[in-house]
């Protein structure tokens, strides 16, 4: 991995981190091309809990992940949604999506995040401690693909529900 910076999302950044998503996001199958929006819907409506960016060494901004509130049906509260991660295509693949997701996590844990959940690779973020929770549900897509970090406390059982930015 290249030298890069972890920060949180400044004013200003708003167009590096929507054009960084679109070209992170334009050539995977299983997107809809809809990042960019949903990140700025979250921001629009407050729901944009943890916003980092990785700079590189020119202060480009090459990475960014966001953290939203999620409901659960069983009424557990602090838990929160990870996503969209993304990384500039040219930087996929060296290490950056998942400095991001570890300081990420780092940084929920810090402000008193209970969980979190994702709906991604369950190759990639298990190595982060994440996985499938068949008494946690997202309805729609596969299964096996919605995962859940515990951070503290039981694993909440019901379904999950994402911050309206997400459609």
Do not use: C
């Not at 999506?97 to 008193?112: F, S, V, Y």
């Not at 979190?116 to 596969?142: K, M």
């Amino acid at each position: 991995m290249s030298a890069i910076t972890i920060r949180p999302e400044q004013p200003g950044d708003e167009n590096a981190i929507y054009a960084l998503t679109e070209a992170a996001f334009r050539d995977m199958e299983f997107s809809d091309g809809d990042e960019p929006q949903v990140i700025n819907k979250l921001r629009a409506d407050g729901d944009l809990t943890l916003s980092l960016v990785a700079e590189s060494l020119d202060r480009a901004i090459i990475g960014h992940i966001a953290f939203s509130p999620v409901t659960i049906s069983d009424g557990t509260r602090d838990w929160y949604g990870l996503g969209p991660v993304s990384v500039i295509p040219l930087n996929q693949r060296t290490g950056i999506g998942g400095a991001l997701i570890e300081r990420g996590i780092a940084d929920m844990r810090q402000i008193g995040a209970k969980g979190i959940v994702l709906l991604g690779s369950n190759e990639y973020y298990p190595r982060f401690g994440f996985e499938h929770d068949p008494q946690l549900a997202y309805p729609g897509p596969p299964p096996e693909y919605f995962q859940r970090l515990v951070l503290e406390g039981d694993a909440p059982t019901g379904v999950v529900k994402y911050a309206p930015g997400f459609g």
